[in-house]
């Protein structure tokens, strides 16, 4: 079968796009040590350069939900491989081309973080047209390969590092940026499908008069929340709050919580016919619970660990299934729903973590009562889901 006639390059080139995806939001946080002592930069400008990327791709899905069903979807996505690609070269050549190094910096955040918000956009309704039988496990798996793809930017780059040498920085940014080139050239050959098929989709104003659609947004904020919420203070709470090194603690910490973030979804993927998506989205709901209380109340650093790489397995599903269970609510909806789901996970992943600190700079730097209190963001995924009603 042709590549053009045959879906399954559409699933492969999806899935590189996630890995795209978590090398443009994964790659520059390895080198913030070294943007410090070799261009002089305070932690607030270290600070702004993942606030920007992050905003930038919030305002990215908020225009989307606009724009994309006219422009048309081979278009923006062969774009936003593009952008990614021009963001992630323009990182090793804009901080010594500019008079600023920050402002070349800023740039490139810039370039790659709008390709990285299209891809977020576009790649999960893309992975929803194809004609699967098998929606929930398409999309489980889909989103195990930005699992994959974290994985793979911090273990490859270590080892780059090790051999290169961390000064050769701006190479590896640029071997970096082919995955996104040569997926440009794939997603501009694949066959794309319609989302709605002959059905005109909901308007936004239609969309935003549906209860279901403002509790599909809940859960998506309380999905990335959940996330975020244990994954951006893994490596601190690895090693302020269970005292362990910090080597130790960004392997058992961030690695370890992807490795199993990933595998909870891969696991989905492969065992979706047996276990009815609602129900798995329950039960890893109270395994996050679960988590959360384990690691934040345990006196033993080993159940705090333990506590906080099994939450990776527990929140994999959550990201995947609320788009799968969004689909199957309002199958009409369109484009826009899912750009404003992932606004909707982007301002849990942002306001996650952001509880975690506030509460814990409040507590007098308690870091596991922080984490306590990001309980409530599992907890409503136990309420919500239930709620949840197919029209498929």
């Not at 794309?192 to 859960?219: A, C, D, N």
């Not at 929340?225 to 709050?241: I, K």
Request: proline share 4%; glycine share 10%.
């Amino acid at each position: 079968m042709r590549l053009r006639d045959n879906y399954n390059h559409t699933l492969y080139a999806s899935y590189v796009g996630y890995i795209t995806q978590a090398i443009v939001n994964n790659f520059a946080p390895l080198l913030f040590l070294t943007f410090s002592r070799q261009f002089g930069l305070s932690l607030d400008k270290l600070a702004l350069i993942t606030t920007v990327n992050f905003a930038v791709q919030l305002l990215v899905d908020l225009v989307s939900a606009r724009v994309v069903d006219k422009i048309g979807y081979r278009v923006c996505v062969v774009a936003a491989h593009v952008l990614s690609a021009a963001g992630l070269i323009g990182l090793s050549v804009l901080p010594f081309a500019v008079g600023d190094p920050f402002a070349g910096i800023l740039i490139a955040v810039v370039l790659y973080a709008i390709g990285g918000g299209l891809i977020e956009v576009l790649i999960s309704p893309i992975v929803e047209s194809c004609p699967t039988e098998r929606k929930e496990a398409a999309m489980s798996l889909l989103h195990s390969f930005y699992c994959w793809g974290h994985l793979g930017v911090i273990l490859l780059s270590t080892l780059f590092f090790t051999l290169a040498g961390i000064e050769r920085w701006p190479v590896l940014a640029v071997l970096w940026a082919l995955v996104p080139v040569a997926n440009c050239f794939y997603f501009a050959r694949v066959p794309l499908y319609s989302l709605t098929g002959e059905q005109e989709p909901l308007s936004i104003g239609t969309l935003f008069r549906q209860k279901v659609f403002w509790l599909l947004m809940i859960l998506m904020v309380c999905a990335g929340a959940s996330e975020q919420g244990m994954s951006q203070w893994a490596s601190a709470f690895a090693e302020s709050a269970l005292h362990l090194s910090k080597t130790v603690g960004d392997l058992a910490g961030p690695c370890l919580f992807a490795l199993l973030m990933g595998t909870s979804r891969a696991l989905y993927g492969k065992f979706s016919e047996r276990l009815p998506l609602k129900k798995a989205m329950l039960g890893c709901a109270a395994l996050c619970v679960g988590c959360y209380l384990l690691a934040s109340l345990t006196q033993s650093p080993i159940l705090g660990l333990v506590g906080c790489a099994v939450c990776g397995f527990s929140v994999g599903i959550f990201w995947p299934g609320t788009f799968s269970v969004a689909a199957a609510a309002l199958p009409s909806a369109g484009t826009a729903m899912y750009a404003f789901m992932a606004l909707a996970g982007d301002v849990g992943c942002s306001g996650g973590p952001t509880l975690v600190g506030f509460v814990a700079n409040a507590l007098g730097g308690d870091l596991k009562r922080g984490l306590l209190a990001a309980i409530v963001f599992p907890a409503l995924i136990l309420i919500g889901v239930p709620r949840l009603k197919e029209k498929r």
